[in-house]
């Protein structure tokens, strides 16, 4: 499943698991809760792919994300900064 996302909504629990269950040609029903690094790797891939966002993560932040729900958090922030003011995405002071 490919295609751009409606700007207005943010990527949610089942949408993921639509991400994921792709990986392996699987049911989203059948996703485990606990995902490995290759998955996430697929699914931070995926994601930019959709949304047209780079995603940066250092070692510490791709280490936290260790299920579905770490997963759709991180992917929600993502596309909340990119939405945010330019400057502030960029730390510039007034």
Request: proline letters at 6%; aromatic letters at 6%.
């Amino acid at each position: 499943m490919t295609g751009s996302p409606r700007p207005d909504r943010l990527p949610d629990r089942a949408e993921v698991l639509t991400m994921l269950a792709a990986f392996g040609q699987r049911a989203a029903d059948t996703v485990p809760e606990e995902l490995g690094s290759l998955e996430l790797t697929w699914l931070i891939a995926e994601f930019e792919q959709r949304y047209g966002l780079q995603l940066d993560l250092d070692d510490e932040r791709f280490g936290a994300v260790r299920t579905v729900d770490d997963a759709t958090g991180l992917l929600r922030d993502a596309v909340l900064a990119e939405r945010a003011d330019p400057a502030e995405r960029a730390g510039a002071q007034p």
